[in-house]
């Protein structure tokens, strides 16, 4: 029966194939008691050993075939089985309770998954996902259990699971697996970023496409409207054979822009830069033909860990960043933890509106060791690129000013013990604040640029929490008061001759693309991704005539009158 489930679009394409139901295999776990202790803990070292070593094997097919970057997670697995404080606490259950080894790991893994699921942040929730992909192959090893691996699928097939884990998904072979559907997952799940990657369509968080789908059914992935058909009709799979056939005709053109600069159709030119969060992601970045890097988050360099990183560490990695990007302008974001992003070694107390409290500059200014640390790595990696300095969360001109002037301080220190520093470092801050956005015209005056954080701009002046699913329809890019605010921080900066940039999420909207190119913004800052897209779009699009187009849209209503104009006119048409 002809049936279509809704996801998340998490990699873009159409693939249309049989399923394949990746199922989990079931473990039943008993508590045995054991008679012999050595013997268990032998069985739990053979078991080990052997998931070490099919996990190398799938971290060195992975560096051969992805690159060394999606390689690393399997690293990450084999540091886990490796771990004493696994390990060693499955060994003293086997010696002092008298369990049996999977009995015992199973427990111990379920304690630590419970405590990484309950950190906030999403993270340190994806290395829960992490220790249960290892527990399962040394429980499937203990219990003589095995899965069949999907490196072993030798004809075009579309991968249905309930998840992915990576190194399900570092077995995928592109050539055979045409997409894939989840049950679970969203847009920053490591399945969704590994799809991408391997550019395999992809749809995740359907929900029930396990319990939908059978092994051997027809079954269309659509990742551009993260829609699933199962069993389709011979007019759909016409129609989304045709669509399939316009997505890679349109990514063969998009491929041909790699190495244009972006200039709308009247001449005009605008940056298109890339948002990164570790030196990992410049291998997309550089083949997206990305034009600078407009917003390095670098709270990625704190996480994960369960200590801060020192200023070589920082240094290290600001300066691979600049020099890989060739004097192409890299802007980097000084830390901004806080909100979602937890650094639980900090241990900072527990607060009721995270989002309007202790985060990013506030954090810095109070914790002045971990600022001033960070500020010396970016001076020191300035000297070997095109680095420029921004700070995020900035509401008052006093944080701006203090920390401008630690900067100077550092700066100063640096200089007396003769270390290079390039004399030309902009420093910019994120607009990202309503209180800042409606005063633009006076940070203007003691900024290098702006970068306009609409992730946080819009629920701040919306009052609608970006992460809380019951007041999304609030969320809303193009409603005429964020599209004011975000001309009034344009036009501030082009006052004083600075330049304006966008690094949150809707700079790479092809609804808001239009509108933003017409207010006069001069840097775009999206994922790697979405930048051949973007560029085609501009170079199709005339600024003037824009202008007085998004002049119209200012004063129109509604986010949906908005959208919809736009659509008339410049998607549609
Ligand atoms: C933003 O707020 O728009 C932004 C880019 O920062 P983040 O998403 O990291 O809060
Ligand atoms: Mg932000």
């Given at each position: 029966?002809?049936?279509t489930?809704t996801?998340i679009?998490?990699s873009?394409?159409v693939?249309?194939?049989?399923?394949?139901?990746?199922?989990?295999?079931?473990?039943?776990?008993?508590?045995?008691?054991?008679?012999?202790?050595?013997?268990?803990?032998?069985?739990?070292?053979?078991?080990?050993s052997v998931?070490?070593q099919?996990?190398?094997?799938?971290?060195?097919?992975?560096?051969?075939?992805l690159?060394?970057d999606?390689?690393?997670?399997?690293s990450?697995?084999?540091?886990?089985?490796?771990?004493?404080?696994?390990?060693?606490?499955?060994?003293d259950?086997i010696?002092?309770?008298g369990?049996n080894?999977?009995?015992?790991?199973?427990?111990v893994?379920?304690?630590?998954?419970t405590?990484?699921?309950?950190?906030?942040?999403?993270?340190m929730?994806?290395?829960?996902?992490?220790i249960?992909?290892?527990?399962?192959?040394?429980?499937g090893?203990?219990?003589?259990?095995?899965?069949?691996?999907?490196?072993?699928?030798?004809?075009?097939?579309?991968?249905?699971?309930?998840?992915?884990?990576?190194?399900?998904?570092?077995?995928?072979n592109?050539?055979f697996?045409k997409g894939?559907?989840?049950?679970?997952?969203?847009?920053t799940?490591?399945?969704?970023i590994?799809?991408?990657?391997?550019?395999?369509?992809a749809?995740?968080?359907?929900?029930?496409?396990?319990?939908?789908?059978?092994?051997?059914?027809m079954?269309i992935?659509?990742?551009?409207?993260?829609q699933?058909i199962?069993?389709?009709?011979e007019a759909?799979?016409?129609?989304?054979?045709?669509?399939?056939a316009?997505?890679d005709?349109?990514?063969?053109e998009?491929?041909?822009?790699?190495?244009?600069s972006t200039?709308?159709?009247?001449?005009?030119?605008?940056e298109?830069?890339?948002?990164?969060?570790?030196?990992?992601?410049?291998d997309?970045?550089?083949?997206?033909?990305?034009?600078?890097?407009g917003l390095y988050?670098?709270?990625f360099?704190?996480?994960?860990?369960?200590n801060?990183?020192t200023?070589?560490?920082?240094?290290?990695a600001?300066?691979?960043v600049?020099?890989?990007?060739?004097?192409?302008?890299?802007?980097?974001?000084?830390?901004?933890?806080?909100?979602?992003?937890e650094?639980?070694?900090?241990?900072?107390?527990?607060?009721?509106?995270?989002?309007?409290?202790?985060?990013?500059?506030?954090?810095?200014l109070?914790?002045q060791?971990i600022?001033?640390?960070?500020?010396?790595?970016?001076?020191?990696a300035?000297?070997?690129?095109?680095?420029?300095?921004?700070?995020?969360?900035?509401?008052t001109?006093?944080?701006?000013?203090?920390?401008?002037?630690?900067?100077?301080?550092?700066?100063?220190?640096?200089?007396?013990?003769?270390i290079?520093?390039?004399?030309?470092?902009?420093?910019g801050?994120?607009v990202?604040?309503?209180?800042t956005?409606?005063?633009?015209d006076?940070?203007a005056k003691?900024?290098?640029?702006?970068s306009?954080?609409?992730?946080?701009?819009?629920?701040?002046?919306?009052?609608?929490?970006?992460?809380?699913?019951?007041?999304?329809?609030?969320?809303?890019?193009?409603?005429?008061?964020i599209?004011?605010?975000?001309?009034?921080?344009?036009d501030?900066?082009h006052?004083?001759?600075?330049?304006a940039?966008?690094?949150?999420?809707?700079?790479?909207?092809?609804?808001?693309?239009?509108l933003?190119?017409?207010?006069?913004?001069?840097?775009?800052?999206?994922?790697a991704?979405?930048i051949?897209?973007?560029?085609?779009?501009?170079?199709?699009?005339?600024?003037?005539?824009?202008?007085?187009?998004?002049?119209?849209?200012?004063q129109?209503?509604?986010?949906?009158?908005?959208?919809?104009?736009v659509?008339?006119?410049?998607?549609?048409?």
């Amino acid at each position: 029966m002809q049936q279509t489930l809704t996801g998340i679009a998490a990699s873009a394409g159409v693939a249309i194939a049989k399923a394949f139901v990746h199922e989990e295999p079931t473990f039943n776990i008993e508590r045995l008691n054991i008679e012999n202790v050595e013997d268990e803990i032998g069985r739990l070292q053979d078991a080990l050993s052997v998931s070490k070593q099919e996990l190398s094997a799938i971290r060195d097919k992975a560096e051969a075939e992805l690159g060394a970057d999606k390689a690393e997670i399997f690293s990450a697995h084999l540091l886990v089985l490796s771990d004493p404080e696994l390990v060693d606490s499955v060994s003293d259950k086997i010696k002092s309770d008298g369990q049996n080894a999977e009995f015992a790991l199973n427990e111990v893994a379920n304690m630590f998954i419970t405590m990484f699921e309950n950190m906030d942040n999403e993270y340190m929730r994806e290395r829960a996902a992490d220790i249960r992909d290892v527990t399962k192959r040394v429980l499937g090893h203990l219990l003589g259990i095995e899965a069949r691996s999907l490196a072993t699928l030798v004809e075009e097939t579309i991968v249905i699971a309930d998840d992915l884990t990576p190194s399900d998904t570092a077995q995928l072979n592109p050539v055979f697996v045409k997409g894939f559907a989840t049950n679970v997952g969203g847009r920053t799940s490591h399945s969704a970023i590994m799809s991408r990657s391997l550019e395999i369509p992809a749809v995740v968080g359907t929900k029930e496409v396990t319990t939908q789908v059978k092994t051997g059914m027809m079954v269309i992935v659509d990742g551009l409207d993260g829609q699933v058909i199962i069993e389709p009709t011979e007019a759909q799979l016409t129609e989304y054979r045709k669509k399939k056939a316009d997505y890679d005709k349109q990514k063969e053109e998009w491929a041909k822009l790699v190495l244009e600069s972006t200039v709308s159709k009247d001449g005009e030119h605008v940056e298109l830069a890339a948002n990164i969060g570790t030196p990992k992601d410049l291998d997309g970045v550089i083949g997206n033909g990305a034009e600078a890097i407009g917003l390095y988050r670098t709270e990625f360099l704190y996480m994960g860990r369960d200590n801060l990183p020192t200023e070589d560490e920082q240094f290290e990695a600001y300066k691979e960043v600049v020099e890989r990007m060739e004097n192409k302008p890299v802007v980097i974001r000084t830390l901004d933890i806080g909100g979602d992003k937890e650094l639980p070694y900090l241990d900072l107390p527990k607060e009721l509106n995270p989002f309007l409290g202790f985060r990013a500059i506030r954090l810095c200014l109070e914790e002045q060791g971990i600022f001033r640390t960070q500020l010396r790595a970016l001076l020191r990696a300035s000297a070997f690129g095109n680095l420029k300095i921004m700070f995020p969360m900035i509401a008052t001109m006093e944080e701006l000013r203090q920390a401008k002037q630690m900067l100077q301080e550092e700066k100063d220190n640096l200089l007396a013990d003769g270390i290079e520093i390039s004399e030309q470092i902009e420093v910019g801050i994120m607009v990202e604040i309503p209180s800042t956005a409606v005063a633009a015209d006076l940070f203007a005056k003691e900024v290098d640029f702006f970068s306009i954080g609409t992730n946080d701009l819009i629920q701040y002046t919306m009052a609608a929490d970006r992460m809380n699913e019951r007041v999304s329809y609030l969320y809303q890019p193009y409603h005429p008061a964020i599209l004011r605010l975000v001309k009034m921080v344009i036009d501030a900066a082009h006052k004083q001759g600075k330049w304006a940039g966008m690094c949150g999420e809707m700079a790479g909207d092809e609804i808001a693309i239009p509108l933003l190119l017409g207010l006069g913004l001069d840097e775009f800052s999206m994922s790697a991704t979405s930048i051949l897209p973007a560029r085609s779009q501009i170079l199709s699009l005339s600024k003037t005539e824009l202008s007085q187009f998004a002049e119209e849209m200012l004063q129109l209503s509604t986010a949906d009158e908005v959208e919809q104009q736009v659509r008339e006119q410049f998607i549609n048409a």
